[in-house]
């Protein structure tokens, strides 16, 4: 929860594979980062479940969180999240049940109710099962139901998973998100990083609604942004481009490995892209120190966030480090010292 003291600050991150490279270099370079951002004081580290898309290696969502988790000591690692229509319940609930007896009371259980992909993929990977965005509230009340205790006469019992009460956030780019998490009282993360229209109305909803649960006693709100930290702004202005190319290639239908930089970003879109992707990338952070921290002061003072979750499409590994080193300094600079979120007792995180 916020405090006087300030935000917390986490990490999203889909192990993209890079341009010459291949998954096996994607999850080597995702642990070296959280191994990084935990020294740094990063609160967790999400990892996003996507499919049949080139420039990203986080499909099998639960196996990656266990690679990251067995890698490092004490950040929270989880889901940003888990496309829950595309799976049973019951079987995320023994997934994150496993990550948390393997790893207890640092697991975090993100789930978001879009495919992941586009919707061929999605009946590819779904089989007819009949679950769908529709589906997604029931969803969630069953997995809870198989992460909590164990109810008289219940037949159905996730093991392992019963009873550990892995913490739930929900995710969204709309406002249907922020509904429900406010009628169940769970944290709520807003996809602004790609998706800003709804950030302001969905924040309101999720706030003027929010019923405190055994889980959260108050709102705690997430937002994603884009952060391209660098010593300079004509630097951070330079990685932010491979950043633009992605969303400049699925404007035009053609997904591909992250792409290197480039000095001048407007050889490659026509005006109707650039605003296109200007509109798309609208929650990001570009800049040297002292610029970073004047967007990073706007981002928090117009949206009141309890946590940033910073995403970073960064093609040099080494910059792709010193950017998340830089904006831990300005966090830091920001808040004072690093307020703690704890779900209430009963939630077990």
């Known amino acids: 929860m916020k405090t006087a003291a300030g935000f917390l600050y986490s990490v999203l991150d889909l192990s993209p594979i890079l341009k010459g490279e291949t998954a096996a270099d994607s999850f080597r370079h995702s642990l070296k980062l959280a191994q990084q951002v935990e020294q740094w004081g990063y609160h967790r580290f999400w990892l996003a479940e996507h499919h049949n898309i080139p420039g990203v290696a986080s499909a099998a969502t639960s196996v990656v969180i266990g690679h990251i988790a067995g890698g490092t000591s004490s950040i929270r690692v989880g889901s940003g999240g888990i496309m829950l229509p595309n799976h049973a319940p019951l079987v995320i609930a023994e997934q994150f049940g496993t990550l948390e007896s393997l790893y207890p009371g640092r697991i975090d259980l993100g789930l978001g109710r879009a495919p992941g992909g586009d919707q061929l993929t999605a009946r590819a990977l779904r089989r007819g099962l009949g679950s769908s965005g529709d589906t997604f509230p029931d969803d969630v009340r069953e997995l809870q139901s198989y992460l909590g205790p164990t109810e008289p006469g219940?037949?159905?019992?996730?093991?392992?998973?019963?009873?550990?009460?892995?913490?739930?956030?929900?995710?969204?780019?709309?406002?249907?998100?922020?509904?429900?998490?406010?009628?169940?009282?769970?944290p709520f993360a807003f996809a602004s990083h790609f998706a800003p229209e709804m950030l302001y109305q969905a924040l309101d909803i999720y706030?003027?609604?929010?019923?405190?649960?055994?889980?959260?006693?108050?709102?705690h709100v997430m937002v994603g942004v884009n952060v391209f930290a660098a010593d300079t702004d004509e630097e951070a202005t330079?990685?932010?481009?491979?950043?633009?190319?992605?969303?400049?290639?699925?404007?035009?239908?053609?997904?591909?490995?992250?792409?290197?930089?480039?000095?001048?970003?407007?050889?490659?879109?026509?005006?109707?892209?650039?605003?296109?992707?200007?509109?798309?990338?609208?929650?990001s952070a570009v800049g040297g120190p002292d610029s970073l921290r004047a967007q990073i002061q706007s981002l928090l003072d117009d949206t009141e966030a309890d946590e940033l979750i910073v995403t970073a499409h960064i093609y040099d590994q080494q910059a792709r480090l010193r950017s998340f080193e830089i904006a831990a300094e300005v966090f830091k600079s920001l808040q004072g010292t690093t307020p703690s979120f704890t779900p209430n007792d009963s939630f077990n995180q």
């Open 238 to 283: 330079r990685l932010f481009s491979s950043l633009q190319q992605v969303f400049l290639n699925i404007i035009r239908g053609w997904p591909r490995e992250l792409q290197p930089p480039v000095d001048d970003i407007d050889r490659l879109w026509n005006p109707v892209e650039e605003s296109q992707v200007s509109r798309m990338t609208r929650c």
């Open 154 to 186: 219940q037949k159905v019992r996730a093991v392992p998973g019963q009873g550990l009460n892995v913490p739930l956030y929900l995710l969204g780019s709309s406002t249907f998100s922020a509904h429900l998490a406010a009628e169940m009282g769970l």
């Open 207 to 219: 706030r003027s609604h929010f019923r405190p649960s055994a889980a959260l006693a108050q709102p």
